[in-house]
Structure formats: structure tokens, C-alpha cells
């Protein structure tokens, strides 16, 4: 079942979209830490009356939200991100039944580091070597 | 540290995650510089029509329609309504070039021209 869920997500691009989606709001939000505080404490500047029962000092506070969110989405951004690609997909019939490097095996693995046989795109002087 | 690193980003670089995340972030960035430029003008032009208008009919004077314009200009830009969205707009295309020169080693713009030739089009029957 995980595996044909994986299978799916993966070759209908779907998993790549909502990976896409959920690194850049986490970027977003990692910005916002530091935005967010900025944004308050000119708005208590510029709309005193409003901000009247504000603290008058910086609101370091207001980055807590972003700081939980930003946190929270890159939490689950790397578990989908090893469960469906860290571990390449091997064609294989539907019918077969689980196997050990399936579901939460993968997500617990160890990162597969690069061997000296995928690192040689180093030496081309780009960074993934993925337009090579 | 450095090795694990790399093995992510050869994995978003290969998923086509990065590629995907770049283009959000430049299609936010647009939005936004839209956005701004929608608060920017929308109010000063409506003050210019409304103004034009009635100097037609009464006071004839199309100086009094550009006043119009260059004071509601200057209350919308110092609202921080467009100030926001603008912000807004640099954080993306900043966050899409960061992410596109990490992974890819490009801009995003030419990272994303190259994905024409590595991705094929696809044929749904």
C-alpha cells in the first residue's frame, strides 16, 4: 500500500509539486522570522492609537508564529522528502508484497551519502551537476 | 555534515523539488510586484477619472485631476500598503535566486530555460 502510494506521488509529479510548495513557503517563513518583528514594531510607529495597549519595545514575540510554522513545515518537508526520494525506485510488479525498504524504514534510514561514484559531477564546478 | 549536504542537494536537484520551488517563489515574487502596482495606481487613477470628470462639468481645470492623482500617489505610497507587497516581492525573487544558485549552481531564470532541453514534453494519449 505505501508503496504504491509512493509509486503514485512519485510518477505523477505530485510529490515533486508539494515538496516544491512546502520548501518555499519554508523559506518564506524563515524570512518572516526576522521580517515579522520589523513589520509590527514600524506598524506600532506608524498607527500608535491602534497599537495603544502594545509594549512600547520591540516585538521580538510576533517571530514566535513564524518560527514554530518555519520549523513545522521543513519537519515535514524532510520526512516526505526521504520517504519518497531518497531511496530510488526499482521497477517492480504491484502484486509483490512489502519489503524492508519500504514505508517508515526509509524515513528512519541513514542518509545515503555520496559515493566517489556520484560525486564526480564536483569536478564539472557546478553545484548538483544536474544540467551537465 | 558537508557530505550529507550535498546528497540533498543532488536529491532536490534530481526530484525536480528545487526546480518546482523556484518557480513558486518567482510566481509569489510576480504576484506581489502586480499587487503593489495594482495599490500604487488603482486609487490615484480612480481620483484622476472622478477628478477629470467633474472638472469637465464644473471647474474645467486638469490640473486639479493631476493634484488629485499626485496626492492620492503620495498617500498610498506612504500607507505601507505597497511598501508590504513590494517587500514582499524582493523576499521571493530572493528566496528563488538563493535556492536556484545553491541547488543548480544558475540563476533561477536560466536554471529553469535549461529544464526545457532535460525535461522532455510528454505525450498523453
Redesign the interface.
Known sequence: MSDRLKRALVES?IG??A???L??QA??YF?GIF?RPV?QW??QR?YPTLAANASQSFPIEAALPQAISFIVLLLVFYVL?RW???QPMVQRHPSLTRTPDSGWAVIFAP????TPA??S??KL???????R | MK??T????????????????????LF?SIESALTALYWLLSVPFMNFWGALNLSIFYVSDIFYALKAFATSLAMQITN?VVL?FL?NSI??LA?AW??S??????GPVR?LS?YRV?VPRGIHE
Open positions: 509529479f515533486t509539486i515538496l516544491g510548495y520548501l518555499a523559506l518564506l524570512v521580517s513589520e514600524v506598524q506608524m522528502l519518497l526520494y531518497f542518509i545515503p551519502l555520496p556520484n560525486t559531477y564536483r564546478g557546478r553545484r548538483s551537476g544536474f544540467f | 557530505a550529507a550535498q546528497a540533498i542537494v543532488r536529491i532536490l536537484a534530481e526530484s525536480h523539488v528545487a526546480a518546482v520551488a523556484v518557480v513558486f517563489l509569489w505601507g508590504s517587500f523576499v521571493c528566496g538563493f535556492l544558485r545553491s541547488v543548480y549552481g544558475f536554471s535549461r532535460k
